[in-house]
């Protein structure tokens, strides 16, 4: 085999060799057979994929209905439940579960869990059997029917604001509670053998496979594939295919999105991992289990990935052989084909082979997941501008937010094995990182592109079509800014493999349309690069420098009276008028001056009036909001300067005015260094794609670029060609598209080499 890295897959020539000690615990089977409608879970011939596949035989452990539960968990849960129980109430093990449910009554225990669902609904299952009460602990991801599955099984459900683990620190936490009992999966320092328990409690499963393969083929499985959420069921698999006179092969399949075991592999070592969100909830864990890692480190010979996509063609392909599986079971085909194509020889794949595949979960429902294969920036472009991403604060009927995006964005990067980490300081207005990281020693560059649009009202026709008509792709965001996104997305990911000493950074942000919410905790999290584009739109130009903008309220005031008594009333909108016609003023004075090379002259205007209560009062106060529009060199105290000397004016020479001044917001005019060296390699890589020098243009509006140069990060912006930003019609050219990926890929090449 080439030494060069498999994408997605990791291979352990060692595997083959290691072995464990220890048989299973004979009482395990025995407690499980005596459960209330036990029976074997069937294997189901998968003769069309072993065809495709060119292998002997795949058989798929069917555990989409286990003891009345739509998924295997209930045999570990089942059998550490009951051990814990009769541990704390110092009964033997000889103890049947209707005499435990009775020696349990009132003495005050209750179990805890953390779940993305299933082990969570198998732990309240046996509370259900056992009358203990169970509090199950989940995710914030975890669907609404996920959790009425829960529920109904009497238990109290509670959802934690954050991802698996902090689910299960919180269960832990709780758990802490006189007569409490953790029935967890994961292991960690000092909580290990309840988790063994669950482990020796998924051997019945492997028990029964090794039976029904060897009267269905004549022997135990040569392969077994094993879904991996925290490795407990990986854990079993390994313990029991690698003893003594075994010589089963075994992969281990994980979402893209949350690849810890492969991650930890790699590294030779355990390794806590961000992940973002999956459809394979029961897969969704960012920590391997410390009890499971050393003979998963050891025993594993294939670890790979797959995303929600794969994992959903393969539930769609398993119905055509009546098997109704949920996205985590049918994980292990996705894998099996994942792996086959990559690295046809990793598993030693021959003629006779017979592969064991094993099927986690039963069908349910779940979002159905979009491809993230795409590898060219028109199709790239195309599926963005389909997912509505419209900033809620920009809209009266409010709009979609960026949740759905930065998922897609999220996935994508995972499926290309990008670090990536989703910020999300407010909540559902998530951001997306994601790293290529370099061999060291390289300078470092960051693309930062907004994952937001202004609102889908007043647009003619579909604004999520993504349709190519003439030469441009049409919908909201096309031009401002999917467009750009996909762009950096395919040159970050192209240049990825090239072997570069620096770290290649994606950063696609929430908010830019209105707030900057996201680049501004991008920069708070201590996210910095040597340099960066930003690729707004510029139709092929090359921008290095943008206008900033203060935000001011004027609070004219007046004195309320009745409109039949001037005497006493102080009109605050007609004060306001000698105001408005200074601001005027004002404007044709900036005018009239001297400008900056590339932006011109700065500018203002009113763009609120708000002032009365009705027409028969006089108002007793009117509020102006001014925006200035600023070029380099003019700072928020310039601006603030110049309004307060029209307004003191105005108090010194105009009857009963008075006013309050008040700064609202700011962002700083942005204008990048024409002579640096990263400016100047950008507009030879330009030039090298156009053909031609680039013009170089400075643009009237504002843009994240200023608060990344404010952060001391160097910065210019570059993006596509096309039209209607903000307007009733968007597209995007698709010529343009492929031009900026490859400016961008050469930029990248060259800078982080």
């Known amino acids: 085999m080439s030494s060069k890295p498999i994408p997605r897959t990791y291979v352990n020539p060692s595997a083959s060799s290691f072995t464990t000690s220890g048989d299973p615990d004979p009482a395990t089977r025995k407690f499980h057979e005596q459960l209330p409608g036990y029976a074997p879970t069937p294997i189901v011939s998968l003769e069309g994929v072993a065809k495709a596949l060119g292998v002997g035989h795949v058989l798929l452990k069917n555990e989409s209905e286990r003891l009345g539960l739509p998924a295997f968990k209930i045999l570990g849960a089942s059998w550490a439940a009951y051990r814990a129980v009769a ?61 009425g599955f829960i529920i109904s099984e009497g238990a109290t459900l509670q959802v934690v604001s954050g991802d698996y683990d902090m689910a299960v620190d919180k269960a832990y936490d709780d758990a802490k509670t006189p007569g409490g009992i953790l029935i967890q999966d994961t292991s960690f320092a000092g909580y290990e053998d309840i988790p063994r328990w669950i482990v020796d409690g998924y051997t019945t499963m492997l028990l029964e496979l090794d039976s029904q393969c060897t009267q269905s083929v004549g022997r135990p499985p040569d392969v077994i594939i094993c879904p991996v959420g925290v490795g407990c069921l990986a854990h079993a698999v390994v313990q029991h295919y690698k003893s003594p006179h075994k010589h089963t092969r075994i992969m281990t399949v994980e979402p893209d999105t949350a690849a810890c075991l492969r991650t930890s592999l790699r590294a030779g070592e355990m390794k806590t991992i961000p992940t973002s969100r999956t459809v394979m909830d029961g897969l969704y864990c960012g920590t391997v289990s410390s009890l499971a890692w050393p003979l998963l480190k050891g025993g594993v010979d294939v670890s790979t990935s797959v995303s929600d996509r794969e994992a959903h063609q393969a539930v769609h392909d398993l119905l055509e052989y009546g098997v109704k599986a949920g996205p985590c079971g049918a994980a292990a085909l996705a894998g099996l084909r994942n792996v086959t194509s990559l690295a046809p020889s990793a598993l030693n794949l021959g003629p006779d082979t017979v592969v064991a595949l094993l099927c986690t979960e039963g069908t349910r429902t779940y979002p159905v997941p979009l491809d993230v294969s795409l590898d060219d920036p028109v199709t790239l472009t195309q599926q963005l501008v389909r997912i509505d991403s419209s900033n809620p604060d920009l809209s009266a009927a409010g709009g979609a937010g960026e949740v759905r995006i930065a998922e897609y964005v999220a996935a994508w990067l995972a499926h290309r094995e990008f670090e990536v980490h989703v910020l999300e300081g407010t909540p559902d207005r998530p951001s997306v990182v994601g790293v ?5 020693g390289g300078k470092s560059l960051m693309f930062n592109g907004h994952i937001d649009t202004v609102t889908n009202a007043g647009y003619e026709g579909d604004p999520l079509s993504g349709e190519i008509v003439d030469g441009a792709i049409h919908g909201r965001g096309a031009f401002d800014m999917k467009g750009g996104v996909a762009a950096c997305m395919v040159a970050a990911a192209r240049a990825k493999g090239a072997g570069l000493r620096g770290d290649v950074i994606l950063a696609g942000v929430a908010d830019e349309e209105n707030l900057s919410l996201g680049t501004e905790e991008l920069l708070a999290a201590g996210w910095r690069a040597d340099a960066a584009i930003i690729s707004e739109p510029s139709y092929l130009q090359v921008t290095l420098a943008h206008r900033g903008f203060a935000w001011f309220e004027v609070q004219i005031h007046g004195k309320a009276a009745h409109g039949s008594r001037p005497e006493l009333g102080v009109d605050a909108i007609v004060k306001a008028g000698h105001f408005l016609v200074e601001l005027e003023r004002l404007g044709q004075c900036l005018q009239a001056g001297e400008g900056h090379a590339f932006l011109g002259r700065g500018t203002v205007h009113a763009g609120l009036v708000k002032g009365g209560e009705e027409p028969s009062s006089y108002p007793a106060l009117c509020t102006v909001t001014v925006e200035r529009r600023t070029v380099p060199g003019e700072t928020d105290a310039v601006v603030e300067a110049e309004l307060r000397e029209i307004l003191d004016q105005l108090a010194s020479t105009v009857p009963n005015f008075s006013y309050t001044l008040k700064r609202l917001t700011s962002r700083a005019p942005f204008e990048a260094d024409t002579s640096s060296a990263f400016t100047q390699l950008v507009l030879k890589h330009v030039q090298t794609v156009l053909g031609k020098d680039p013009v170089l243009r400075a643009e009237p509006f504002w843009t994240d670029a200023a608060l990344l140069a404010n952060a001391g990060v160097q910065s210019v912006l570059f993006g596509v060609d096309g039209g209607g930003a903000h307007a009733a019609r968007e597209w995007a050219t698709v010529q343009s598209l492929e031009q900026v990926a490859t400016a961008l890929e050469g930029v990248v090449r060259e800078w982080c080499a």
């Open 436 to 440: 290529a990281k370099g061999s060291g």
């Open 87 to 147: 541990e704390a109430l110092k009964l033997s093990l000889q103890v049947s579960l209707e005499e435990l449910a009775a020696a349990a009554n009132g003495k005050g225990l209750a179990l805890y869990a953390a779940t993305d669902g299933n082990h969570g609904r198998a732990v309240a299952r046996m509370g259900k059997l056992l009358g203990i009460p169970a509090f199950i602990y989940v995710p914030k991801t975890v669907p609404l029917p996920t959790r």
